[in-house]
């Protein structure tokens, strides 16, 4: 295991240096599959985190095709935290990305960016999730065949599908990195416009204020969402709200740690006093 992982931090430090980049190019495109599954599949979490971290560094130079990419932002459901939080920084690119495709010719306002980029998400997290229960599917089959397997599809160790929280899982690694999650308020001010609602023709530059010949108000393409991305939409807000609310009574115990006071009659106060009402 140490061979492998000072052999992964060599290839994270080669793919660093910019000058280097060029020579690589061989290299990677021999390599970059094995690679991959050593990110999906590996057997120590450490090699894992460090091999994804050299992914990361390959995809900034544009040499990981768009499969590639998907099958890495699977990892963000893995069912350990040390892999979800080393893959997020990835699946941020992978989001900038595809907002920034989703905006292009747009001149947006702040809201309506935070809304482009709820989308992307919940497209790309509808989309993850139904790539993972093909995996899921396939792989039940080669079980049944073979006996058990070591991973589902080529990605180990990732969450059951029967089980809830994918999308808590990706709320809680993406909590840092993708900041429409955080802005619970701006979750909750785009799951409340009438989606169905939408523009006849998706080439068509609609502001959100539009309205239809029925009155309603007409939803963006850009951020009007399907049925399936306003439920992970709502997973999202709700993912949100647990998050900020956990954080904030952290924070309060911190700041006000529990001092022993009771506040009988008996009782003093932390500074040594009374109670003022006795």
Known sequence: MHVRLEAVRALEDAYEQEDHISSLQSFTSRFKTRIIQMATSDVDVSVRVSVIQVLRSIDHHGLLEDDQRGKLCLLIFDEDQRIRKGVSGFVKGVWEDDVSERSTGKKLSDGEKLQAGVKSLASLLVQWGRALDKLTIREEGSEDEEGPSKGIGGVASVMDPEKKGRTALAVEALWDEVDPISDWEGL????????????????????????????????????????????????????????????????????????????????????GRRPSHL
Request: proline letters at 5%.
């Open 188 to 271: 909750l001010d785009l799951l409340l416009l009438d989606h169905s609602a939408g523009v006849e023709d998706e080439e068509d530059e609609a502001p959100s204020s539009s309205s239809s010949p029925n009155g309603r108000t007409v939803v963006d393409a850009a951020w009007r969402l399907s049925e399936a991305e306003e439920a992970i939409a709502l997973e999202l807000f709700t993912g949100s709200i647990r998050k900020a609310v956990g954080e904030a009574a952290a924070a309060k115990k911190v700041r006000y740690p529990r001092t022993g006071y009771r506040g009988d009659s008996d009782s003093t106060s932390p500074t």
